[in-house]
């Protein structure tokens, strides 16, 4: 399975933008990158994925890089609720999804 | 649909017992998945159902544990003479045959005394 890279913690102030971010220089062609996150106490929670193109939805952005070994999860506007385990994961439909330890996230109020 | 639903939510056994979870998924997904996550680690993958047949196991998955999807729809996962270190959060999560995402459930916590 393909690896991804994260930092093990970030922080971030309530109401800023949040630039999370994701190395994965092994991905193939047929992998999506996906990103979910872990509230506390509750299962991980879909976010976004995409393929070549950046993605947004109304929770976050994915900006996928041209060569995409990389990408960064973004989020507009953090607040306290964002404070959670973010994890990017390479995916494909013949596969099953393997986490790694992902990026925790504090929010400052 | 309300998502995927597991029961209980917690459950605590003395070691030795058998012990067995439950998940519905959302009705129209083929995939159903289990997942064990002990504290501060990511979650790690057990086995995955498409439909009714089982198409992976994990190697974390002994001889103690066994799951089932009976007509494809809810899915079981038995642990038979649990141990300590059996005790974590079992979470399960269904999926549509596509890239789309997984929906997961909000797990059952396992406590073995």
């Known amino acids: 399975d393909a690896k991804t890279t994260q930092p093990n913690s970030m922080e971030s102030n309530e109401e800023e933008p949040v630039h999370l971010p994701c190395n994965h220089s092994t991905i193939s062609g047929t992998d999506y990158i996906h990103w979910y996150r872990q509230l506390p106490s509750q299962g991980p929670e879909y976010v976004i994925h995409?393929?070549?193109s950046n993605v947004n939805n109304r929770m976050a952005s994915l900006a996928i890089a041209e060569d995409r070994k990389s990408s960064t999860l973004i989020l507009h506007r953090a607040t306290l609720r964002d404070a959670a385990v973010y994890y990017c994961?390479?995916?494909?439909?013949?596969?099953?999804?393997?986490f790694g330890s992902g990026t925790r996230l504090s929010i400052r109020p | 649909d309300t998502g995927v639903s597991q029961n209980p939510r917690h459950k605590i056994t003395k070691r030795g017992q058998n012990v067995t979870f439950r998940c519905d998924p959302i009705s129209e997904h083929n995939r159903l998945y289990w997942y064990r996550q002990t504290l501060g680690q990511g979650p790690e993958f057990l086995t995955y159902f498409q439909n009714e047949a089982q198409l992976e196991k994990s190697r974390l998955l002994s001889d103690r544990f066994s799951a089932e999807r009976p007509k494809g729809s809810f899915s079981t996962l038995e642990i038979q003479r649990t141990e300590q270190g059996d005790s974590a959060m079992y979470l399960c999560?269904?999926?549509?045959?596509?890239?789309?995402?997984?929906?997961f459930g909000s797990g059952t916590r396992l406590t073995v005394v």
């Open positions: 995409g393929l070549t």
């Open positions: 999560a269904s999926s549509p045959l596509s890239v789309y995402g997984y929906t």
């Open positions: 994961i390479l995916y494909s439909s013949a596969s099953k999804i393997i």
